[in-house]
């Protein structure tokens, strides 16, 4: 009996046919394990646990089975992959590679190599026949001309009658060497453009530096202007940087830019007596409330502190513990009566003196100074502000207008008037009217 027909036969086993199975039971050995059990009892219990493992066989094996498929499939795929990988990690061939490639088959061909391709035709004198060319020959040489990235003729070998062809290797070499080396044009450095304003090698001017002040509003940002547009000739100060832009190459007259106060810029001139300065632009305050604490002289009073300390000294003068000597307070009524004798005028020079605010040698103004500082600025107002900050007037005058006086002389004949809203103007004889004798530097 077959096994298969044995395992049919376990499939639907039971004990009433046991005996049937075990006369044809190829392995008696399966039941005659127990002692002392009939042979019936034996066969159907090992009938029983054939047809248990027949009918139901072992989960490893299903495992077994579908693991051997997936190492199957995961091969195939991996297999398919390396292949591809493989593929694109070869190298490509250059133009020039290619070049020489094709330049040693053709040697080979004319060193009596058997080639791969068909030889070129030969041609022979005197035969009217055409040649017809190889056409996996054709197709090779074209291939090599059309790969050549290089703009250049395309040229035919030339061939002897053997066939062979006369371009060497090191011919071709050079050829695309040489193309190689005229399509590659040189790089040349870039350097970035320096950020930033650049700075004149010119000197500056006076009149340049009354536009930039007048222009930026603040002083420190004419400070800034300036250090920016041009190179200082000196440094100078202690704990305050002072920077000197010669006007001439002697440093006779100077443009000083300093941080105090919050940014200054002046004018120098060595002619000048100490102290004297032509102020074009300032951020400086405090000195008003420093006199008045600290009693300090001041030789350049700008003009808004000029303004403050008289309303300050018109309070005290009147008050009972006032910060006054009893001195000054005589000074200054002796004044008063005086202005009161006088058509609309109120010394300032003489009040700032009396109060210590402004030294008796402190500069004055003159007629040279207030022509120079005039001629540098483009209107009137630039001019007044200058010499307002610059020099204390010696007194305010006038009823509907108001003038700011400079007595050039001690008997008040020669004077600069600065006409509010007018123009600064140069009276030859101010205390007679009939005879003056004006000139406005402005027109």
Same mark, same amino acid.
């Given at each position: 009996?077959?096994?298969?027909?044995?395992?049919?036969?376990?499939?639907?086993?039971?004990?009433?046919?046991?005996?049937?199975?075990?006369?044809?039971?190829? /392995?008696?050995?399966?039941?005659?394990?127990?002692?002392?059990?009939?042979?019936?009892?034996?066969?159907?219990?090992?009938?029983?646990?054939?047809?248990?493992?027949?009918?139901?066989?072992?989960?490893?094996?299903?495992?077994?089975?579908?693991?051997?498929?997936?190492?199957?499939?995961?091969?195939?795929?991996?297999?398919?992959?390396?292949?591809?990988?493989?593929?694109?990690?070869?190298?490509?061939?250059?133009?020039?590679?290619?070049?020489? *490639?094709?330049?040693?088959?053709?040697?080979?061909?004319?060193?009596?190599?058997?080639?791969?391709?068909?030889?070129?035709?030969?041609?022979?004198?005197?035969?009217?026949? =055409?040649?017809?060319?190889?056409?996996?020959?054709? *197709?090779?040489?074209?291939?090599?001309?059309?790969?050549?990235?290089?703009?250049? =003729?395309?040229?035919?070998?030339?061939?002897?009658?053997?066939?062979?062809?006369?371009?060497?290797? *090191?011919?071709?070499?050079?050829?695309?060497?040489?193309?190689?080396?005229?399509?590659?044009?040189?790089?040349?450095?870039?350097?970035?453009?320096?950020?930033?304003?650049?700075?004149?090698?010119?000197?500056?001017?006076?009149?340049?530096?009354?536009?930039?002040?007048?222009?930026?509003?603040?002083?420190?940002?004419?400070?800034?202007?300036?250090?920016?547009?041009?190179?200082?000739?000196?440094?100078?100060?202690?704990?305050?940087?002072?920077?000197?832009? /010669?006007?001439?190459?002697?440093?006779? =007259?100077?443009?000083?830019?300093?941080?105090?106060?919050?940014?200054?810029?002046? /004018?120098?001139?060595?002619?000048?007596?100490?102290?004297?300065?032509?102020?074009?632009?300032?951020?400086?305050?405090?000195?008003?409330?420093?006199?008045?604490?600290?009693?300090?002289?001041?030789?350049?009073?700008?003009?808004?502190?000029?303004?403050?300390?008289?309303?300050?000294?018109?309070?005290?003068?009147?008050?009972?513990?006032?910060?006054?000597?009893?001195?000054?307070?005589?000074?200054?009524?002796?004044?008063?009566?005086?202005?009161?004798?006088?058509?609309?005028?109120?010394?300032?020079?003489?009040?700032?003196?009396?109060?210590?605010?402004?030294?008796?040698?402190?500069?004055?103004?003159?007629?040279?100074? *207030?022509?120079?500082?005039?001629?540098?600025?483009?209107?009137?107002?630039?001019?007044?502000?200058?010499?307002?900050?610059?020099?204390?007037?010696?007194?305010?005058?006038?009823?509907?207008?108001?003038?700011?006086?400079?007595?050039?002389?001690?008997?008040?004949?020669?004077?600069?008037?600065?006409?509010?809203?007018?123009?600064?103007?140069?009276?030859?004889?101010?205390?007679?009217?009939?005879?003056?004798?004006?000139?406005?530097?402005?027109?």
């Amino acid at each position: 009996m077959k096994e298969k027909e044995i395992r049919s036969l376990l499939h639907h086993a039971d004990e009433d046919i046991a005996m049937q199975i075990a006369e044809r039971w190829p /392995y008696p050995d399966k039941w005659t394990h127990t002692a002392g059990s009939s042979t019936e009892h034996n066969v159907a219990e090992s009938v029983s646990e054939v047809a248990v493992t027949v009918q139901h066989p072992p989960v490893w094996r299903y495992a077994a089975t579908f693991a051997a498929v997936l190492l199957l499939i995961g091969g195939s795929i991996g297999g398919i992959m390396l292949m591809q990988s493989m593929r694109r990690s070869e190298p490509v061939p250059s133009a020039e590679e290619q070049c020489l *490639a094709s330049s040693e088959e053709q040697s080979d061909a004319s060193s009596g190599s058997e080639p791969d391709t068909m030889p070129l035709p030969v041609i022979v004198p005197g035969k009217d026949e =055409e040649p017809v060319e190889s056409v996996e020959a054709t *197709a090779e040489i074209n291939i090599n001309a059309e790969t050549m990235p290089f703009s250049q =003729e395309k040229t035919e070998p030339n061939t002897d009658a053997a066939g062979s062809s006369d371009v060497s290797a *090191a011919s071709l070499e050079t050829d695309a060497t040489a193309s190689v080396k005229e399509t590659t044009a040189p790089t040349e450095a870039v350097t970035e453009a320096p950020t930033g304003p650049a700075k004149t090698a010119e000197r500056i001017t006076l009149a340049e530096a009354v536009r930039i002040c007048s222009e930026s509003g603040e002083a420190w940002r004419a400070c800034e202007t300036i250090r920016d547009r041009y190179e200082p000739d000196a440094h100078d100060g202690s704990g305050i940087d002072y920077q000197m832009f /010669y006007l001439d190459d002697a440093g006779n =007259e100077m443009i000083t830019v300093s941080s105090n106060g919050g940014g200054e810029v002046y /004018y120098r001139n060595r002619s000048m007596g100490d102290g004297e300065r032509w102020l074009l632009a300032s951020n400086r305050s405090g000195f008003a409330d420093d006199f008045v604490k600290y009693r300090s002289t001041v030789y350049d009073l700008q003009w808004r502190e000029t303004t403050q300390l008289l309303h300050w000294v018109d309070n005290e003068l009147n008050k009972p513990d006032s910060a006054l000597s009893d001195e000054q307070k005589a000074q200054l009524r002796s004044l008063a009566e005086e202005e009161s004798s006088l058509w609309t005028t109120h010394y300032i020079r003489r009040r700032m003196e009396i109060i210590g605010a402004l030294s008796p040698d402190a500069a004055h103004l003159t007629y040279d100074k *207030a022509e120079k500082i005039c001629s540098a600025c483009e209107t009137p107002e630039q001019a007044m502000e200058i010499i307002l900050n610059s020099y204390v007037p010696g007194y305010d005058w006038g009823s509907g207008m108001t003038y700011y006086n400079y007595s050039l002389d001690a008997e008040g004949k020669a004077t600069i008037s600065l006409v509010v809203g007018s123009s600064v103007i140069y009276w030859e004889n101010f205390a007679d009217p009939g005879n003056r004798n004006m000139r406005d530097f402005f027109q």
